[in-house]
């Protein structure tokens, strides 16, 4: 079976007459007439015809075409599709009782469609995009499979549902009003003060909505789907916005939940998916042509299976090499020699207090940044960049400093391509720039849109890439994981990696994913103190020296997964937890 799918938010093309796709040699035998401009502005493909030489897709020089071969027994198992040479999705999850269902796979592959068609928010058309079968024909075509029975109780209204959106940060734009008001509207499960104190939002109660941070959004998104009596509950990225100890104080009220109530988690934290599922339905695909679920998988072997790219039940390949973990000891070719020292440093800003005890980095060191939010993470790295000053103590200011801020603004009138060559042309035409950076980032496919129309994942993307791509003595990276799902922060962490590694430079990354953490860094700055009012930094230590007293404030333990290395944490209470807390090894006994 092959597929086309013309991504026509990448093209450039917008007369879409046949002189796009003239030099194809589908054009003699199968391609069908372009639909006009004001109808779609696009080509259409023939996909019974279609040989798969892929002349049309080298041809197009905006990266719009796709042409992908899939197995024919998928046929049969299509869900839904958007349109002609559009978006499709294979299979769907069915959640479980008792347990919490994790969803796992890249962006734009049809989780979020999946878990809205489960909700009855939308019907699938089992690929009829042009005549949509009704939801008695939709039950028909699954009768005698769990699929069948689960979606008729939803159409029944035997099954109420509850779900958490993917995007809070548009919470404010959809409802107006104070944290409070929202609340009151949902307490059925539990009371506004309850849930409020559950999820520390009791000092923004009374608070206007557009005045709330991306995290007190993300935790308010929460209580609000938690406070609801619904059969079913569905949370698409809880962890986002979330520092690590608001993270498993979320993934234990789900995972408490989940022992009176069917759950579904989409979630692209491995270490917390790993820590909150049971079973996992791993998702694969190309992003914005199709996607495929999985059978669901006990959670350790579907992180595994997702890391190692490989499906052996179904001979499926589908990243090009595995994700591989090390448990070997630090780097030991790591200069000693200091490449900025600072003095014990302090800013005041009034209502919040910062500071950061005496440290030094070391040439050739990345240095992980962890601690809740509200620290002072954030303003530390900003007086290393000189974009603020500190009321007292020293830095060097004479370094270049190339710095990624947390918060990105598209506010570049061009195209990414125009972006990145306009500040560092030379860079981005080296190849080693070109193969270490650009190609693992996957930029080449974003080189042609406009800046201003990237999705944070996207904007994410290129501002990394911007960061790495200047001269400098010392990059600091501020939260790069932000919008990135699973596969692309595994990238991003091993792409900053080896550019420090092979460059001998310095840098400085702010994080909340362990994951992506323990792969880039070499040694860890801790922060903590009174979240808001007074924070606390210090460091750079060892890595088992700052892990050990950061995981020991959020009270978790972790250890190396046999078989792949990679970080697990440990389930609450159990034996392993217990022995490692005893002594004192709360990273990897």
């Not at 054009?27 to 049309?56: A, F, H, L």
């Not at 695909?285 to 992180?303: D, N, W």
């Amino acid at each position: 079976m092959r597929i086309a799918a013309v991504l026509h938010d990448r093209c450039q093309n917008r007369k879409c007459n046949k002189e796009c796709i003239k030099f194809c040699p589908l054009m003699r035998t199968g391609v069908t007439e372009c639909i006009t401009e004001g109808e779609r502005g696009k080509p259409i493909i023939s996909e019974t015809i279609c040989q798969g030489c892929g002349i049309c897709v080298n041809k197009c020089q905006f990266n719009a075409i796709k042409i992908i071969g899939l197995a024919d027994e998928l046929k049969t198992e299509m869900v839904h599709q958007y349109g002609e040479n559009m978006f499709r999705l294979y299979r769907i999850p069915v959640p479980k009782k008792g347990v919490v269902t994790g969803i796992l796979g890249p962006n734009g592959i049809g989780k979020t469609t999946a878990i809205k068609m489960l909700c009855g928010i939308e019907t699938p058309n089992l690929g009829n995009f042009q005549n949509p079968p009704s939801r008695e024909e939709v039950l028909a075509h699954y009768a005698g499979t769990e699929v069948h029975e689960y979606l008729k109780q939803v159409y029944d209204g035997k099954i109420k549902t509850a779900m958490k959106p993917q995007y809070v940060d548009k919470l404010p734009m959809a409802v107006k009003g104070v944290v409070r008001d929202l609340l009151d509207k949902v307490q059925e499960r539990m009371t506004t003060e309850e849930a409020a104190e559950k999820l520390d939002l009791t000092e923004v109660l009374d608070r206007d909505l557009s005045k709330l941070s991306g995290g007190e959004l993300q935790r308010l998104s929460v209580a609000a789907t938690l406070m609801k009596d619904a059969d079913v509950y569905f949370f698409d990225e809880p962890s986002s916005y979330l520092d690590i100890y608001q993270r498993v104080k979320v993934a234990r009220l789900i995972k408490e939940l989940s022992a009176e109530k069917q759950v579904v988690v989409i979630e692209h934290d491995l270490a917390l998916l790993d820590f909150l599922a049971d079973n996992v339905n791993v998702v694969y695909g190309s992003e914005g042509a199709y996607g495929v679920f999985t059978m669901a998988r006990q959670v350790r072997t579907a992180i595994n299976v997702y890391l190692d790219g490989y499906l052996p039940e179904e001979n499926i390949r589908f990243r090009d090499r595995p994700v591989e973990f090390t448990d070997s000891p630090p780097r030991s070719d790591i200069n000693t020699v200091s490449l900025v020292e600072f003095d014990h440093l302090t800013k005041d800003f009034g209502g919040f207090k910062l500071d950061v005890m005496p440290g030094a980095v070391k040439i050739g060191e990345t240095v992980g940044i962890v601690g809740p939010n509200a620290t002072g993470k954030t303003t530390f790295v900003k007086i290393l960049a000189g974009v603020i000053e500190a009321d007292s103590g020293k830095v060097d200011t004479k370094l270049k400093v190339a710095y990624k801020p947390q918060y990105i603004s598209p506010e570049f009138d061009g195209t990414v391509r125009d972006l990145l060559y306009s500040s560092s042309f030379e860079v981005m035409e080296s190849g080693f720039f070109q193969t270490e950076v650009l190609e693992p980032l996957a930029i080449k496919f974003l080189m042609d849109k406009k800046v201003k129309n990237l999705s944070g994942g996207e904007l994410q993307r290129v501002a990394i890439t911007q960061c790495l791509a200047q001269e400098a003595d010392i990059y600091l990276l501020d939260e790069p994981s932000a919008y990135l799902d699973s596969n692309q922060r595994m990238n991003a962490a091993k792409t900053i990696k080896r550019m420090m590694m092979k460059s001998g430079k310095s840098g400085m990354i702010v994080d909340h994913d362990m994951y992506f953490l323990d792969m880039v860094s070499d040694s860890m700055m801790v922060f903590g103190g009174e979240p808001g009012h007074h924070g606390i930094g210090e460091g750079p230590f060892d890595m088992r020296d700052g892990m050990n007293r950061f995981l020991k404030a959020v009270d978790i333990t972790f250890r190396r997964d046999a078989e792949s290395h990679r970080p697990r944490i440990n389930k609450p209470d159990s034996r392993l937890d217990r022995e490692q807390k005893g002594k004192g090894e709360y990273y990897y006994a």
